[in-house]
């Protein structure tokens, strides 16, 4: 049986490699699947934690995780698709009209 | 090596190979494409773990909706052949420090707490019992979210539609 230790340590993985995307990447679509990628690190955990303590209240947290991450998506794209309208760029450090 | 062993690891390799697509691929279309690998591979370890429902809502919520809009937005937003200047990357420096110090402080903590020792489960279906929860204990939650997502679907159409100038 693996232990809990290896589903912590590829979840803490898959998370890292999600706030590099977020921190290097200037285009806000990879932003955004960075952060889906932090997402799912995070569920993965949950799910390891429900079944190594023997309850599913963590399986049912990841539905809630995963309601929110869709609305998330869904506002994220469409707000990116009218800033590209506007703008015709994905850059975020072009984004800079509430700077004072 | 046992077999579950093996196929743990087949499943860890493939999540973080296509996880670091996503982060690191220069085009925008292969880090879409990569994603579908790294929900495959996170739904396979639903599986491995016991979690038969979660796994099924995963394929269905994150291959067949977001990983659709996302490829919608992606084919919507960009000239997707210019390849050069669709996915550049910057500030390599600081984020390698930031990350390198945020993977060794996650690591320390994983390894130096005390973890309860897994009590021996058996792999039953669990979708009667997260109805149940969903019912009973979560019932207000449960609501909320159902409001949350109206929220979110009526505030997309207003975001993405044409403005009308009259």
């Known amino acids: 049986m693996i232990a809990l230790h290896n589903y912590l340590i590829l979840s803490a993985v898959i998370f890292s490699i999600g706030v590099i995307g977020v921190l290097i990447r200037r285009n806000l679509i990879v932003v955004l699947m960075s952060i889906e990628l932090m997402l799912n690190a995070v569920n993965l955990t949950f799910i390891a934690f429900s079944r190594y303590l023997g309850s599913t209240d963590g399986q049912v947290i990841v539905f809630f995780v995963m309601a929110v991450a869709a609305a998330e998506a869904v506002i994220g794209l469409a707000i990116i698709i009218s800033v590209y309208r506007h703008r015709q760029s994905l850059d975020p450090q072009e984004m800079q009209l509430l700077k004072w | ?166």
Not at chain 2, 86 to 95: D, E, F, Y
Not at chain 2, 108 to 113: C, D, I, N, P
């Open chain 2, 1 to 166: 090596m046992s077999v579950s062993t093996a196929v743990f690891n087949l499943i860890a390799l493939l999540l973080v190979v296509s996880a670091a697509m996503v982060a690191f691929s220069r085009n925008i279309i292969y880090s879409a494409f990569s994603l579908l690998g790294t929900f495959m591979g996170v739904a396979g370890i639903y599986i491995f773990l016991g979690a038969d429902f979660v796994a099924a809502v995963q394929l269905l919520i994150y291959v067949g909706g977001i990983l659709v809009l996302i490829l919608f937005a992606v084919m919507l937003t960009h000239r997707i052949t210019d390849v050069t200047i669709t996915n550049r990357a910057a500030g390599r420096i600081p984020a390698l420090i930031v990350v390198v110090g945020l993977v060794y402080m996650l690591i320390q903590t994983v390894r130096t707490t005390p973890w309860a020792a897994a009590k021996q489960v058996t792999f039953a279906s669990t979708t009667a019992t997260i109805g149940d929860a969903f019912l009973y204990d979560y019932l207000l939650p449960f609501e909320l979210a159902s409001l949350v997502l109206l929220a979110a679907m009526i505030g997309a159409v207003v975001l993405s539609r044409k403005e009308i100038k009259e």
